[in-house]
């Protein structure tokens, strides 16, 4: 009997580490699927990682798109935009400059 059409299998690779085989049940929110890949790699805080396309595309997985997902696709489990946005921010924010432009942005964070 073939699994349900909802239930697909993709690869999803991590930086560093070896890629994973998973089911994804496409009736589940995104966020409850990100946090499944991430519970399967014991990382903490998933609302701070997305998922995306690992074609030459590099398309975010979207929530409104997430329900298309191809059997056997390969994602990559990355950084959410708004987690690197920050990320970058507060390195720029805090790095040794000489210039100041970054002090405004240091109030910020």
């Not at 074609?55 to 298309?68: C, L, M, Q, W």
């Amino acid at each position: 009997m073939p699994p349900p059409a909802d239930i697909v299998k993709v690869a999803i690779e991590w930086p560093g580490a070896y890629p994973k085989l998973m089911e994804i049940d496409q009736k589940k929110p995104l966020s409850a699927i990100i946090k499944e890949v991430c519970d399967g790699w014991s990382l903490s805080n998933h609302e701070f990682f997305a998922l995306q396309h690992a074609d030459s595309s590099n398309f975010y997985i979207t929530e409104k798109d997430h329900t298309g997902l191809q059997f056997t696709s390969t994602l990559h489990k990355v950084e959410s935009a708004q987690q690197r946005t920050a990320r970058q921010c507060y390195q720029v924010a805090f790095s040794p400059s000489k210039s100041g432009d970054h002090l405004g942005l240091r109030v910020l964070c």
